[in-house]
């Protein structure tokens, strides 16, 4: 059947879904979608009792699609028809579950009305007809030309409100990367949203308060990112052993955990173990930081590291790149303050005896050593 068929019954000059679909064809399609989608928000089909009717679950999703679409990052875009329209359209088809409008759906379409309106975007991107997916609309309004007027665009006071209250346990902080397990929803949204490459993670997005409590209860979600690629997809990810979920700031192949284990695992070896060994040293501190988020009885830490080690095994089983070591200069970087100094010395051992013999009172876990670079091999006549 086309998509014309299954939506000739809908007028789009009504604000709410409900009123528009008048074909018994499309309500029924909407019912068997709704009955059919693991990532409907617990207990929300449940109140409509044992036997939901065809007409019950299209007032539930008028309901539900309404508050995604009036609560995004770029303001309440309920009120124009052709989104409910069109991401009905999507749903009923297969083509996005209800975590994808709810989570990253509102968002994005709000990021493309906002730069229509205004006149920011290319020609051929103004046409909303020719759309076909959420992604497709992603892909566009994550545009690098598009992202600093975006970010104009979003209300900067939300951003701030959300880094003043967010709550997070710092797991690792090194040179390279920020690891933190979130413990609300201010630390999810901060992630998603602050700095560097914009993600569309849900439990960060505007809607995202009801998906970190859908998620978080059942075990920590952990945030990553890479500061020396922060302007990238790959820069962010998100983890969430308890229902397998590795992805990067794009939520690349989002179902394929074992393609993205194996990705993480290159991109960051020795990584997924130094964020286990870090939950284990702070268990009782996350134990007690999520009693808010578990009804008072915290994480289950060993239980959590060794889903971790369980559901990625490939990331869990890759070992740290080896520094380079032998003789050349080296960098010697005092992690505190960010200073570095270059020292000339015949290895790793050499330089940390130079550094010990000028400062007698050094803590070698204070500074990083790094191999500049080593002297070319002599060419022979």
Known sequence: MRLTQIFEGIVVAEANVANKIKDPKTVKQIYIA?????????HALAKLGPKPTPEQTLGLWSELLDKSLSNTSYGNISTDGKFDEWLTRLYINGQADFEDINGEGGDAL??????SVRGKLAPKFQ???KFKSIKQIQSIVQMREYR??????ADAEVIEKHKRERKEIVLVDDQRFLVVMPMNYGACYTFNNSAGYQANFCTGSSSGLRWFQNYAPDGPVISVTDKTNIEQAEGKWQLHAQTRQIVDADQTRRHDTNWNDERFSKLFPGLMKAIGDSMTAKAEEIKEASKEITNGRGYDVAKDVADLQKTYPLSWASEPEKEADGPGTWVVTHKASGKSAR????????VKHKLLTRHPNTNFDDFTFKLEKAPEPEQGN
Do not use: Q, Y
Not at 110 to 115: F, H, P, S, T
Not at 343 to 350: C, H, K, S
């Open 343 to 350: 020292i000339e010395a015949d290895d790793l051992a050499d």
């Open 127 to 129: 046409d909303f007809n």
């Open 148 to 153: 600093d007027e975006l970010r104009k665009i």
């Open 110 to 115: 709000g990021a493309w009305k906002a730069l």
């Open 34 to 42: 709704m009955t059919h989608d693991g990532t409907l928000p617990k």
